[in-house]
């Protein structure tokens, strides 16, 4: 639970609160892995393709995103971020560095230790 908890405090941090989660995942997907078509970005959000098209529609009307046609085949457009996109991803995790940096100095070298130990177990938990 503390887990989710935390989870969800380091989601407020963000650089655009007009954003949703899914929204932002959307451009932190895009600007980790680069370009991909609807139905790509569909599958990898784990979403019906008419929803990631409301999302999408949603993103390049505030400026975040762009469609640009495929050149092998007319029917596909590619996604990518502009330079908008980028900077809400960028200012989102310094946003969110900030915010994890501040917390941890907070923290004797004991605790701060723990942390690192327990990052690494869920680590390993998370890979098997």
Not at 13 to 31: P, T, Y
Not at 106 to 125: F, N, V
Request: charged residues 30%; positive net charge.
């Amino acid at each position: 639970m503390a887990t989710f908890r935390l989870a969800r405090r380091l989601r407020a941090e963000r650089a655009e609160n007009e954003l949703s989660d899914g929204q932002l995942s959307v451009l932190f997907g895009l600007r980790a892995t680069g370009t991909h078509t609807l139905g790509e970005l569909a599958e990898r959000e784990h979403v019906s393709a008419p929803s990631m098209n409301r999302t999408v529609n949603c993103l390049e009307e505030s400026g975040y995103l762009t469609r640009i046609p495929d050149t092998t085949d007319k029917r596909k457009a590619n996604i990518q971020l502009t330079d908008a996109g980028t900077n809400v991803v960028k200012d989102t995790v310094r946003k969110r560095d900030a915010w994890l940096h501040n917390q941890f100095r907070a923290l004797d070298h004991a605790d701060r230790e723990i942390l690192a130990q327990a990052a690494d177990l869920m680590r390993r938990l998370a890979t098997q």
